[in-house]
């Protein structure tokens, strides 16, 4: 009987400590959060030393290999899994650009979306609007050669598009407007013999029509309107090309500029005025392939090592700005939430993994890598926390019934970081099962069944933010984050993530989806 009751003593004790060493991490992890949290140095190194961080670039791979040693430095297990490649690779230097000369010199307000041609050096030329005919065309022929153009339409981000079905389309609008300029010409002798006057056909446009010719007349580059914030994106089809490589790049610059700068400029070319435009845009391209990377770290789980938890963001981000929210809000608080969880001396029953993804701005293409090499893994994944949003803070999140309980009690210690904030658990309704990806990292693994389930997020103390205007534009910049929401973010994600781990079971993926 003494045995028996001994027993039993040793079995409560380890119970006993079992029980009290999920609430002690916490506190911990609560603890160095309030005196010693890393968030926005995290994002200070990603944004001001690195900055843009767009695949294909050293940038991108010097700050994949700066998260490695981080993560290594915090006794975590670490490695870079291959995603893709590009063709080429490219690095975005200084650019500047001036006008000189006419009644009001200025400094010019542009950018040029990744992967198009920078200048040679310093090049100042004169200013002509775009040929829309093929007369015109032939007027302005030998006037073409070291002027910058500016062409019609309002730039959405992308480049002007060069690629062969490109030219195909413009070589239709051309045989259109022959068409057309046939029937003006009836119209304007109709009008002078009967004294009427019936208008013209008006000409169909599009940016560029000439393009390949007034390349090939010598043009120094074309100039686009662009609304601000200025907004840069890539050239997709030339990486896309299975026939591009280092040899046949992109030959002149595609600049956009500040709209009120713009109709300033075009009004001075409309009244011939004589005045010239000077650029130096330092964009580098580098021999290809460039392969890209993941970065994948973990705290390798205790007790169900093949179960997991994963918090993620993508590390790539558009390299006219520096990526302070898209995603710096995402990847800085997901390091220091490794950071506070390996400091806090947690041992979570389920492997914790932490992935950076790659090219999550190409198209998911570093997400749906992952999901690829690790399909055997899929099931066995509790849930995955993507941030990919904005520096707002969490304020609850909604889960489906079977979830409910269990988040219930994994997210009570948040109360315990700060009483200013709130935070919810709601009940979700099931929804129908994606059948494609959407805008995030997250849609890979919810399409595949994996339960990726966000934090709902609020600005609801008033910082006025507005993704809006950081969404891939040039003020998307560290400044732009909100520190004390992003330092809160980093805490609640640590705890959860914690939380979700050491349930007794995976999370339960009943009432999920409807069924169908």
């Avoid at 050239?235 to 490589?245: A, H, V």
């Avoid at 021999?287 to 994963?310: Q, T």
């Avoid at 950071?339 to 041992?347: E, F, Q, V």
């Avoid at 315990?416 to 059948?435: G, H, L, M, Q, S």
């Amino acid at each position: 009987m003494k045995r028996f009751f001994m027993a039993a003593f040793v079995a409560a004790t380890l119970c006993a400590g079992s029980t009290f060493a999920q609430p002690a991490a916490v506190k911990k992890i609560i603890e160095t959060a309030q005196t010693d949290n890393q968030t926005m140095h995290h994002l200070d190194i990603l944004t001001n030393r690195f900055g843009g961080r767009l695949v294909g670039s050293d940038t991108y791979e010097n700050a994949a290999e700066w998260m490695m040693r981080e993560f290594k430095s915090w006794g975590l297990d670490v490695r870079l899994e291959e995603a893709g490649e590009v063709p080429v690779g490219f690095n975005r230097g200084p650019w500047f650009g001036r006008m000189i000369g006419g009644d009001q010199p200025m400094t010019l307000h542009f950018v040029t979306p990744s992967y198009t041609s920078g200048t040679k050096g310093i090049q100042r030329g004169h200013v002509l609007l775009e040929p829309k005919t093929d007369e015109e065309f032939k007027r302005m022929k030998h006037a073409l050669k070291g002027a910058w153009v500016l062409v019609g339409g309002t730039n959405s981000g992308w480049p002007l598009d060069h690629s062969a079905s490109a030219d195909s389309l413009r070589n239709v609008i051309k045989e259109k407007n022959k068409e057309i300029a046939q029937k003006n010409q009836e119209i304007r002798r109709k009008n002078w013999e009967n004294k009427t006057n019936e208008p013209m056909i008006p000409v169909p446009e599009t940016p560029g029509l000439y393009y390949r010719e007034m390349v090939e007349a010598g043009v120094l580059g074309f100039i686009q309107s662009s609304q601000v914030p200025l907004r840069a994106l890539y050239d997709r089809k030339m990486l896309n090309d299975p026939s591009t490589n280092f040899d046949n790049l992109p030959e002149v610059c595609d600049i956009k500029l500040d709209e009120n700068q713009f109709a300033i400029i075009k009004k001075m070319v409309q009244e011939r005025r004589d005045f010239w435009l000077e650029f130096d845009i330092r964009n580098h391209f580098k021999l290809g392939p460039v392969k890209y990377h993941n970065v994948v770290a973990e705290i390798k789980g205790s007790k169900y090592p093949d179960e997991y938890v994963i918090i993620s963001g993508h590390l790539d981000a558009f390299d006219v700005a520096t990526g302070g929210v898209d995603c710096g809000t995402g990847i800085a608080p997901m390091m220091e939430a490794a950071r506070l969880i390996a400091l806090s001396g947690a041992k979570p029953k389920r492997t914790i993994r932490f992935v950076a993804f790659a090219a999550e701005e190409f198209g998911l293409l570093g997400a749906e890598a992952y999901a690829k090499t690790h399909e055997k893994e899929l099931k066995k994944i509790s849930n995955l926390f993507n941030r990919d949003g904005g520096p707002t803070p969490p304020v609850g999140i909604s889960v489906p019934q079977a979830m409910y309980d269990d988040f219930v009690e994994v997210c009570k210690p948040i109360k315990d970081i700060n009483p200013e904030y709130p935070f919810e658990v709601t009940v979700a309704k099931p929804r129908k099962r994606p059948t494609q990806t959407g805008g995030t990292d997250a849609s890979v693994f919810d399409m595949r069944g994996v339960p990726a389930i966000s934090f709902r997020e609020a600005d609801f103390k008033g910082y006025n933010f507005n993704y809006g205007e950081i969404w891939h534009t040039e003020r998307d910049l560290y400044t732009k984050s909100i520190p004390e929401y992003m330092e809160h973010t980093s805490v609640v994600t640590a705890i959860v993530a914690l939380g979700v781990a050491n349930l007794k079971n995976l999370l339960s993926r009943e009432g999920m989806y409807v069924e169908e």
